[in-house]
């Protein structure tokens, strides 16, 4: 499969003023891929640099050291509206990216300012706003959801643009779990329906789970690429990672302390209660 | 008792057209020194009833005790410094308050408010910034060059210098990360346990209340539907699901075993207690390394 995002020795550091450049990069020498059609995580703790990671790719931060090529165009001051027509972004606090007074409104922001006549629009955003289970709410003020439906919003608003890549920023980290795995439940189902790549940028270890390959950041570097069962595998270093433990890793390591050995590496739940049952069952 | 509600209903913009109830006859104790959890469905009545605790709002009917203060509905806002000072409230996204130069200043401010003097306050925050795990070296910083976690940090260091004996916290770990929750919840479980500060929780993370918390409030549409201790609210987890609410990962997973047939002497709630019961009826322990 070709890849929709290259990214190649990426550096940034933050200015606080004109002479005053940050010392430490936010990012250091990043280079990696995305596949069309995949879905990426990126994990990292709380100022590893995976949110200036997310929005470098946006043109949001203008870096100066490396290439990204998103869809093929390189992305440079003058080709970085073009980018962000490949591109559909959710912040991580629903609040600060509402600018209609009505969901409808809202949704059909990204409509309006790209000139589509009114009676193409309507039915887009009616086709969206439907898409995400929100059609009820359609006359609400944005102000009135939950936080879970105001992702949902956000995502109707993405669907009108249909852009080829979805950029979670910590989408979910703000909602309750029902609302959580509503919202990922929803990204799956969008993901398959318009053919988008997702990157989801995470500590989420349930958002990590649904990715197909996960990258790790820290401290602005990239420090490890691999399918989710190989990234969790790796116990206690998965808390510097930014990660939770699974809870399968927390029941292996109490049972060890109780003197009870199980499996080795990386267990789904299921796996992990077949193993139990068979030991329990065999007295 | 720490807390006592004595059928508390609020009504938001009572007598008017769009009067609202968010508080129906709610009544429960938490002991002194105790660590209650308010868990419920967004909109369930959970950020109101914290609020009646330092008399942000005051019951339309009913009467709240916090240890010697009694708040009813003829409370008057003359009374309620004593109150404010003695009931800590952090906010959802309390590092959005923090405000002055320094952190030092920034911690001192609520002191100085109060009445003490500025050398006192200054020594206070720079111990307030040992409690909260960030070091008096911090003091003379900005708390706008801080992460997203150390200035939440800062913002509860603020709360703690009002030295409250209760301390209310509204969702105080909501989007840091695993290390940071984890690091946050285990300062105000020292807070709990050392000093003995009487806690109140608002969290969607059942994993903690779980963990922690002695008593558990669930609320509905306003209304208080189940209080227990942890054991006995997770005992039932399909009448939690039809409540919208989560169980903790690990009486998820033993309600997966007990469906196989395995049958809990109780439900455990948190990955050790499900080792113990489990290693209790191990077959034959430690074979596998035999």
């Known amino acids: 499969m070709a890849n929709i995002i290259e990214v190649a020795h990426l550096s940034y550091r933050y200015r606080n003023g004109e002479q005053d450049v940050d010392q430490r990069p936010a990012l250091n020498d990043v280079s990696f891929t995305v596949q069309a059609g995949e879905w990426l ?81 309507v039915p887009r955003v009616q086709a969206a706003i439907e898409e995400v289970g929100m059609t009820e709410f359609a006359h609400r003020e944005p102000s009135s959801l939950s936080g879970g439906q105001k992702q949902r919003v956000a995502l109707a608003g993405i669907v009108t643009i249909a852009p080829d890549i979805l950029i979670l920023d910590e989408a979910t980290s703000m909602l309750d779990p029902q609302g959580r795995r509503d919202m990922l439940e929803l990204v799956r189902r969008l993901r398959t329906n318009q053919h988008l790549t997702v990157i989801s940028i995470t500590h989420d270890i349930d958002e990590a789970a649904n990715a197909d390959r996960v990258l790790a950041i820290d401290d602005g570097q990239l420090v490890e690429e691999a399918d989710p069962a190989t990234i969790f595998a790796q116990g206690d270093r998965l808390v510097q990672l930014g990660l939770d433990l699974p809870f399968t890793s927390k029941l292996q390591a109490a049972l060890r302390q109780r003197g009870i050995t199980p499996p080795d590496g990386y267990l789904t739940t299921a796996e992990m209660e077949a193993w139990l049952w068979q030991s329990l069952s065999n007295t | ?196 500060l009487t806690i109140v929780l608002v969290t969607h993370q059942m994993e903690d209340v779980a963990e922690y918390a002695e008593q558990v409030a669930v609320m509905r549409q306003g209304r208080l539907v189940k209080f227990g ?8 987890p399909d009448w939690l699901r039809a409540n919208q609410l989560d169980v903790p990962r690990a009486a998820r997973f033993a309600q997966a075993l007990a469906a196989k047939g395995v049958a809990w002497d109780q439900l455990p709630l948190t990955a050790e207690q499900l080792a113990d019961q489990l290693a209790a009826r191990w077959p034959q322990r430690g074979s596998a390394d035999v």
């Open chain 2, 1 to 196: 008792m720490a807390i006592s509600f004595e059928h508390v209903t609020y009504t938001y913009q009572a007598g008017t057209p769009m009067a609202n109830t968010a508080l129906t006859d709610v009544s429960f104790d938490v002991p002194d020194h105790g660590y209650l959890a308010i868990i419920g469905h967004t909109g369930s009545g959970k950020s109101t009833l914290i609020q009646e605790l330092n008399a942000l709002l005051k019951p339309t009917s009913g009467t709240v005790h916090v240890d010697d203060f009694t708040i009813t509905p003829k409370t008057t806002n003359a009374d309620l410094k004593p109150l404010r000072q003695h009931v800590g409230m952090v906010f959802q996204f309390p590092e959005s308050q923090l405000f002055e130069e320094t952190i030092r200043k920034d911690i001192a401010f609520g002191p100085q408010n109060f009445g003490m003097n500025e050398t006192d306050a200054n020594q206070l925050a720079d111990e307030m910034l040992t409690t909260v795990g960030l070091g008096s070296s911090f003091a003379d910083r900005s708390p706008f060059e801080l992460s997203g976690g150390q200035m939440r940090r800062v913002a509860i260091a603020g709360v703690l210098a009002m030295r409250p004996q209760v301390l209310v916290l509204d969702e105080p770990t909501a989007g840091l990360d695993p290390r940071g929750r984890e690091e946050m919840m285990t300062l105000f479980d020292q807070l709990h346990r050392e000093q003995g």
């Open chain 2, 229 to 236: 201790t942890p054991q006995e609210v997770f005992q039932d």
């Open chain 1, 41 to 121: 995580a990126i994990v990292g703790h709380n100022g590893s640099g995976k949110s200036t990671l997310a929005k470098s790719l946006d043109g949001l931060l203008p870096f100066t050291e490396g290439t990204i090529t998103v869809g093929g165009i390189k992305l440079t001051p003058e080709t970085v509206w073009q980018v962000r027509e490949k591109i559909g972004m959710i912040f991580q606090n629903p609040d600060n990216q509402f600018v209609g007074a009505t969901v409808e409104d809202d949704v059909a922001f990204g409509l309006e300012n790209r000139q589509i006549a009114r009676a193409d629009m």
